[in-house]
C-alpha cells in the first residue's frame, strides 16, 4: 500500500510538480519538529541539571540573567501587570520588594503606590541594583528607594511595611526560618506577605512547600492566585 511521505524518508522519484512541492513542504515541517523535538530535550536536560546542581550548591542568581528576567518573553509568561495586581496593594502604601533584580515587578508596584507611596527594594547584590536603577529610569518612576541588604536585615523599621513581595526569590535564601521571621517584624497589622514562583527557575518550589514554609513561621495563608507556568500566594501575619 502506498502511503503518504513519512519523516526521515526520500520523495518518490516521478511524481508530478505538485506532489514533489508537498513532499518538499513536508520535508519541512518534519525538520522542524525534529528541532523542536531536540530543543526539548536539551531544555529539559538542562533544567534537570541545574535543579540538582541547586538542590547543594546556593548562591543567588547571577546578575547577567538579567536579560532573560525582564525580557517580554518572561513577561509575556508570567505578566507583572497580573502578578502585581494580585498583591492588592494601594495608592500611599509602603511596599518592600525583596530581590527585585532588574525591576520586572519593581516599576508596576511603584506605579500601583503611587507618588505617596514608597517602594523599598532590598537585593543582596550590586549588580542586580545597577541594572535596577537603569529600568527605573527609563521607566522614569521616583518613589522607589534601593538598598543593599540581604532577607535577614532589612533596612525598615517594625511594622512599617504593607506589603512585602518577592518573585523566584525565596527558595534562593538559605535560611528560610530566619528570613520569614525579619518580614514578620517589619510587616504591619494586616499587612501581607507575597511570594510569587515561576515554573522555568531552576529553584521553582511547589506551593505546598512555600505555604509549609509560611506556615511554620506564623504566616496565615490568604490566597493562591495563577496559571501553570508560575504563581502567587499571599499570607497575613498570624493573628492579625
Ligand atoms: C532570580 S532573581 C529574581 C529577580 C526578580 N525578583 C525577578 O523575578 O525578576 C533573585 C534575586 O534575589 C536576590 N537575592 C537572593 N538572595 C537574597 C537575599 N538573601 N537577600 C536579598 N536579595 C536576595 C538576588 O540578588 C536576585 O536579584
Same mark, same amino acid.
Given at each position: 500500500?502506498?502511503?503518504?511521505?513519512?519523516?526521515?524518508?526520500?520523495?518518490?522519484?516521478?511524481?508530478?510538480?505538485?506532489?514533489?512541492?508537498?513532499?518538499?513542504?513536508?520535508?519541512?515541517?518534519?525538520?522542524?519538529?525534529r528541532f523542536l523535538r531536540v530543543l526539548l530535550v536539551v531544555f529539559f536536560l538542562w533544567q534537570v541539571l541545574l535543579r540538582l546542581v541547586r538542590r547543594w550548591v546556593h548562591f543567588?542568581?547571577?546578575?547577567?540573567?538579567?536579560?532573560?528576567?525582564?525580557?517580554?518573553?518572561r513577561r509575556a509568561l508570567q505578566p507583572p501587570a497580573d502578578v502585581v495586581g494580585w498583591m492588592d496593594i494601594r495608592p500611599g502604601m509602603q511596599v518592600l520588594e525583596l530581590g527585585?533584580?532588574?525591576?520586572?515587578?519593581?516599576?508596576?508596584?511603584?506605579?500601583?503606590?503611587?507618588?505617596?507611596?514608597?517602594?523599598?527594594?532590598?537585593?543582596?547584590?550590586?549588580?542586580?541594583?545597577?541594572?535596577?536603577?537603569?529600568?527605573?529610569?527609563?521607566?522614569?518612576?521616583?518613589?522607589?528607594?534601593?538598598?543593599?541588604?540581604?532577607?535577614?536585615?532589612?533596612?525598615?523599621?517594625?511594622?512599617?511595611?504593607?506589603?512585602?513581595?518577592?518573585?523566584?526569590?525565596?527558595?534562593?535564601?538559605?535560611?528560610?526560618?530566619?528570613?520569614? /521571621?525579619? *518580614? #514578620?517584624? %517589619?510587616?504591619?497589622? +494586616?499587612? &501581607? =506577605?507575597?511570594?510569587?514562583?515561576?515554573?522555568?527557575?531552576?529553584?521553582?518550589?511547589?506551593?505546598?512547600?512555600?505555604?509549609?514554609?509560611?506556615?511554620? /513561621?506564623? *504566616? #496565615?495563608? %490568604?490566597?493562591?492566585? +495563577?496559571? &501553570? =507556568?508560575?504563581?502567587?500566594?499571599?499570607?497575613?501575619?498570624?493573628?492579625?
Open positions: 500500500m502506498l502511503r503518504g511521505p513519512v519523516c526521515g524518508q526520500a520523495g518518490l522519484t516521478g511524481l508530478r510538480t505538485k506532489e514533489n512541492g508537498e513532499i518538499a513542504m513536508s520535508r519541512v515541517v518534519c525538520t522542524l519538529a543567588p542568581a547571577p546578575a547577567f540573567i538579567s536579560v532573560f528576567l525582564n525580557s517580554r518573553f527585585p533584580g532588574p525591576g520586572a515587578f519593581t516599576v508596576e508596584a511603584a506605579r500601583r503606590a503611587g507618588p505617596q507611596g514608597t517602594v523599598h527594594a532590598v537585593d543582596i547584590q550590586a549588580d542586580m541594583l545597577e541594572r535596577l536603577q537603569e529600568t527605573l529610569a527609563k521607566a522614569g518612576v521616583q518613589n522607589v528607594s534601593l538598598h543593599l541588604s540581604s532577607a535577614y536585615a532589612l533596612p525598615v523599621p517594625d511594622q512599617s511595611i504593607d506589603r512585602l513581595f518577592m518573585v523566584t526569590v525565596l527558595s534562593e535564601i538559605p535560611d528560610k526560618p530566619r528570613a520569614l /521571621a525579619e *518580614f #514578620r517584624r %517589619v510587616l504591619k497589622p +494586616g499587612g &501581607l =506577605l507575597a511570594v510569587g514562583e515561576f515554573l522555568p527557575d531552576p529553584d521553582f518550589p511547589r506551593p505546598v512547600t512555600v505555604r509549609r514554609w509560611c506556615e511554620a /513561621a506564623g *504566616f #496565615r495563608f %490568604v490566597a493562591r492566585y +495563577g496559571t &501553570l =507556568l508560575h504563581y502567587l500566594m499571599t499570607f497575613s501575619v498570624y493573628g492579625n
